[in-house]
């Protein structure tokens, strides 16, 4: 556990953590009725639901095909 929270650590330093809240809700539900989702794609559509209300345009991803619906509002960035 120790290395996997050292890990977390540095990550967090190196890149800015988007903030969730009442207003990527609102987001969330909007991206949702454009693009439909269901199970556990509703995770992703958060994660570019936050993206989308913090300006934030790419996303560096080690799994492209879970995003590949919202290219046309994101960047995915491949590892």
């Keep these: ?5 050292d890990d977390a650590e540095q990550l967090t330093a190196m890149f800015t953590v988007l903030e969730d809240g009442p207003v990527v809700m609102e987001r969330l539900f909007a991206l949702c009725r454009e693009i ?5 794609q509703l995770h992703d559509a958060n ?4 993206m989308l209300t913090h300006d934030e345009r790419q996303l560096l991803t080690l799994n492209t095909a879970h995003f590949r619906r919202y290219r046309d ?5 491949a590892v």
Excluded: F
Aim: net charge neutral.
């Design 36 to 40: 439909p989702v269901g199970g556990r």
């Design 1 to 5: 556990m120790g290395a996997a929270l």
């Design 47 to 50: 994660i570019v639901a936050t």
């Design 73 to 77: 509002l994101i960047e995915l960035v």
